[in-house]
């Protein structure tokens, strides 16, 4: 007689009550923890990792009441994905046959820039996919790499990051999709949904407010008052859950005004379920429940940490068990934890396991690439055509002032800088050869790439090359810069190839642990840079980076440099297809269309800010500081030209309806290429202060040379609710001013309206998004 649970006929909820109820204590705790075979190997990929790598028991006894959760069976060493697909499905045979109710492991994977895994796409990194404006490509994306991982035999992939860059000098601000939460939200809404249409179950993450800790420092504290929290924060996770229908959620590491996320019911369980109504799985981020205790200080034992934990609304400890085991057993048995608190959080595990088919009768371990038995390609021409499609359409031309941009006759061409011969200088802290393969310098890359002096020697093939490292990405070391500015003299331009290169906890200058004190360009590039400068040959920067760093000292002569750059190129690590995607930018093959997802700064020092700021926040006569950037919010240059005219709207604006706002956009240039149309909301009177300006919608517009199309926002009342005195979010009446551009200080119309009708209270079901229509004319 088949068991309830086992019948795919009978409703999801009464198969997982059945199950339940057949469970002992230890066996549900067991569906409650992850494990992680490889913990001990190599150096740390997660915070502490080497201090909680307790010997575990032999896998047998270990895994006999069961196991919730797989971790990282691909993305800890480099294996062979066929290798790695059987040694998954051995694995989960021996599970199923070793317990008493054969429930298989959930086999989770790092996701962020593609499947983490050897030989897989290494796509841009998520602060590219913010500068590409383009939704509709960061979907297809995440689909294809859920497809990618599904094939493998993986059920859920820890991405996307929702976290909203408040500071630049975080490591992880490369692992953000930028500075404003609709940019955030819509971009990380789109993955979201792109992994789950593959049947991955897509993790939003960190929950919430991980980006904002003091100083930029990983892990350090956040000082936030609860309407920026509200405002700027908590949008993009609402986003990812409605619109991307994500089914996990991660927490911060970050306490928020003393309080640990990650043992926080007030935010995982009454804002996150009651509010929001998610019914999904919260997964730890790792070691999360043992830093209750050993790093926030809030639990005094791995049981204490535990009994927080689980009553805050973690269901699942990550990566391997040490609180959500025996010593939540114990505290279960004397009565301290109610085991209703255990069941709960069974009862959110085994609904997922079920909705993904893991509890059917009849299940079978093996995957689709097991089942074909033939060598598994991660990185196929498809994949690789997206990477670039991705990368090329990240790379914002941030200046061109001599117009020296395309390079039209390339002649002597010296490409110099520490990021000119170095294939990791394209990739983030969380592709896998910055993620692990630098860990096994014996193994190869795993796929094909180019460095940037590649590229260029491939996009100008009759260009007499030169080149020269100068220094190192960090450290003091200058004895190279001679040899640079030598080889760089003799050149008809220079090409100054600086950057970051992305590692984790301080093996890096961006990346996990990576932070920056400043946002000086790291080690002596700077000084590289002055010399190049100084020589007279037109410089052109190019920047491979994990944040925006300082300008202003380069663009300003008055401040000590003798010339500027004749143009600069910011690619945010732009990935496998990245040093090609910029190369073609600077020979004119790929019209730029990059737009800045985080302003770049004028000065490194001070605390730095995002375009997001009220009045009082931006330049004036009561400080001696001006926080004006460099480059601003959305700003990005092309080859083209795009006249912005036709601008309408209505006169009235309802507080519980919507106003319709257009423009004509024309390529007023000789080329195709795409532009950004931004619609920005000012509130000028508010009963409390509200950012100047804020993005609330955008559409990438591409068009033939001399085309024309119209561009028509939807913009509902919702959009401009904001949280009020009373912590409620309101939507006020009163005049509002809605702007139109191609950045937030490129300002082409502006247009003040009255939002009519009484205020009203709005709640997670209002309106998220503007949608936006465009009419060829």
Not at 606 to 628: C, I, K, N
Request: one cysteine or more; aromatic letters at 6%.
């Amino acid at each position: 007689m088949l068991n309830p649970w086992a019948d795919p006929g009978k409703p999801t909820g009464e198969r997982v009550a059945a199950l339940l109820a057949e469970l002992t204590l230890e066996e549900k705790l067991a569906q409650l923890v992850g494990v992680w075979v490889g913990i001990s190997e190599g150096e740390e990929v997660a915070p502490a990792q080497h201090e909680f790598a307790e010997p575990l028991p032999p896998w047998d006894e270990l895994t006999k009441p069961g196991l919730g959760q797989l971790t990282r069976v691909f993305g800890t060493g480099p294996v062979d994905p066929l290798v790695g697909a059987k040694v998954l499905a051995e694995t989960q045979r021996k599970l199923v046959a070793n317990t008493r109710f054969g429930i298989p492991a959930m086999a989770h994977e790092e996701c962020l820039s593609g499947f983490t895994a050897w030989q897989a796409t290494v796509f841009p990194t998520p602060l590219a996919w913010g500068a590409s404006f383009d939704p509709e490509t960061v979907e297809r994306m995440a689909r294809e790499v859920g497809l990618a991982m599904r094939d493998v035999g993986v059920h859920q992939g820890l991405a996307p990051v929702l976290d909203v860059s408040r500071d630049p000098r975080w490591g992880r601000t490369e692992e953000t999709i930028g500075e404003d939460p609709y940019l955030v939200g819509l971009l990380g809404a789109a993955y979201t949904k792109g992994l789950e249409s593959s049947g991955i179950v897509a993790t939003l993450k960190h929950f919430a407010g991980y980006s904002a800790s003091r100083g930029g420092r990983n892990h350090a504290p956040v000082h936030m008052g609860p309407r920026e929290f509200a405002d700027v924060v908590l949008p993009p996770f609402e986003m990812a859950l409605r619109l991307g229908g994500a089914r996990s959620v991660m927490n911060s590491y970050a306490e928020v005004d003393g309080v640990p996320p990650a043992s926080d019911p007030a935010l995982l369980t009454d804002l996150l379920r009651e509010q929001w109504g998610f019914t999904g799985v919260v997964v730890a981020d790792y070691f999360a429940v043992s830093f209750l205790e050993t790093a926030h200080g809030v639990a005094g034992s791995p049981g204490e940490a535990a009994a927080l934990a689980l009553a805050a609304g973690i269901d699942v400890e990550l990566p391997s068990v040490r609180c959500y085991g025996e010593p939540l057993a114990e505290l279960v048995r004397s009565g301290e934890v109610d085991e209703a608190l255990v069941d709960r959080a069974v009862t959110r595990v085994l609904t997922q396991k079920c909705e993904l088919g893991l509890l059917d009768e009849g299940w079978q371990p093996e995957s689709p690439a097991v089942l074909r038995g033939e060598p598994v390609d991660l990185d196929p021409p498809a994949l690789r055509d997206l990477a670039r499609t991705m990368a090329e359409r990240s790379v914002v031309l941030l200046d061109n002032a001599a117009d020296v941009l395309p390079l039209r006759d390339a002649g002597k061409l010296a490409v110099v800088g520490p990021c000119a011969d170095d294939l990791l200088a394209l990739m983030g802290c969380y592709a896998f050869p910055n993620h692990v393969g630098v860990q096994h310098p014996e193994v190869a890359l795993g796929v094909e790439m180019d460095t940037m002096l590649e590229a260029v020697r491939k996009e100008f093939p009759a260009a007499a090359v030169t080149t020269a490292k100068g220094c190192e990405v960090d450290g003091d070391d200058r004895s190279g810069i001679e040899d640079a500015v030598a080889v760089a003299r003799e050149a008809d331009v220079v090409l100054a190839v600086l950057g970051d290169r992305a590692g984790l906890f301080g093996r890096g200058t961006s990346g996990e642990g990576c932070d920056a004190e400043d946002l000086t360009l790291p080690g002596v590039q700077g000084e590289l840079l002055e010399r190049l400068l100084a020589l007279g040959v037109p410089v052109v920067l190019v920047l491979l980076t994990g944040r925006p760093y300082a300008l202003g000292k380069y663009l300003e002569p008055a401040t000590g440099v003798n010339s500027r750059p004749a143009a600069v190129v910011q690619a945010f690590f732009p990935g496998e297809e990245g040093a090609g995607a910029v190369a073609g930018v600077l020979s004119g093959r790929v019209n730029p269309s990059g737009k800045l997802p985080v302003q770049v700064p004028r000065g490194s020092g001070g605390q730095p800010t995002t375009y997001l700021h009220p009045p009082l926040g931006g330049p004036g006569g009561v400080s001696s500081v001006d926080p004006s950037p460099a480059y601003p919010f959305g700003h990005g240059l092309s080859y083209t030209t795009f006249e912005l005219s036709d601008f309408a709207a209505g006169a009235q604006f309802p507080a519980d309806g919507e106003i319709e706002v257009s423009c004509l956009v024309r390529n007023t240039g000789d080329r195709s290429g795409a532009e950004v149309v931004q619609l920005y909301l000012h509130d000028p009177v508010a009963s409390v202060t509200r950012p100047v300006r804020q993005l609330v919608g955008f559409a990438r517009v591409e068009l033939e040379a001399g085309a024309a199309t119209e561009v028509t926002f939807r913009l509902h009342a919702d959009r401009t609710s904001f949280t009020g005195r009373d912590g409620k979010r309101i939507v006020e009446t009163g005049d509002v001013v809605l702007q139109v551009g191609c950045s937030s200080q490129d300002i082409r119309w502006e247009h003040s309206v009255p939002l009519t009708g009484e205020p009203r209270v709005v709640g997670h079901d209002r309106v998220l998004v503007t949608p936006v229509t465009t009419t060829a004319r």
